[in-house]
C-alpha cells in the first residue's frame, strides 16, 4: 500500500484539516495582536489618567499661590476695592 490515501474523500478531508490548522493558527494571532492592543490602550489610559492628576495638582497649587498673592497684595494696599464690594 501506498501512503498516500486511495480515496478522494480521505484527500479532501487531510486538505481541510491542513486549512483548519492554518485557520486556527490565524485566529490564535489576531488574538494575540487583540491582547496586545488591548495592553497598549491600557497602559495609555493609566498614563493619560497620571497626566490628567498632574493637571488637577498644579491647579491646586495655582489656586493656593493666587490666594496668598491676594491676600499680600490686599495687605500692602496694592490693589483698588472693587466697585462692587464698596457699595
Same mark, same amino acid.
Given at each position: 500500500?501506498?501512503?498516500?490515501?486511495?480515496?478522494?474523500?480521505?484527500?479532501?478531508?487531510?486538505?481541510?484539516?491542513?486549512?483548519?490548522?492554518?485557520?486556527?493558527? !490565524?485566529?490564535?494571532?489576531?488574538?494575540?495582536? %487583540?491582547?496586545?492592543? +488591548?495592553? *497598549?490602550?491600557? =497602559?495609555?489610559?493609566?498614563? @493619560?489618567?497620571?497626566?490628567?492628576? !498632574?493637571?488637577?495638582?498644579?491647579?491646586?497649587? %495655582?489656586?493656593?499661590? +493666587?490666594? *496668598?498673592?491676594? =491676600?499680600?497684595?490686599?495687605? @500692602?494696599?496694592?490693589?483698588?476695592?472693587?466697585?462692587?464690594?464698596?457699595?
Amino acid at each position: 500500500m501506498s501512503a498516500e490515501p486511495e480515496s478522494a474523500v480521505l484527500r479532501f478531508l487531510r486538505r481541510l484539516d491542513e486549512k483548519m490548522d492554518r485557520v486556527i493558527e !490565524d485566529v490564535g494571532d489576531l488574538r494575540r495582536g %487583540i491582547t496586545s492592543f +488591548e495592553d *497598549r490602550t491600557s =497602559r495609555a489610559q493609566a498614563e @493619560l489618567a497620571a497626566i490628567h492628576s !498632574d493637571f488637577a495638582g498644579q491647579s491646586a497649587r %495655582i489656586d493656593r499661590i +493666587e490666594g *496668598r498673592l491676594d =491676600r499680600i497684595e490686599r495687605r @500692602l494696599d496694592l490693589i483698588e476695592p472693587s466697585p462692587i464690594a464698596a457699595q
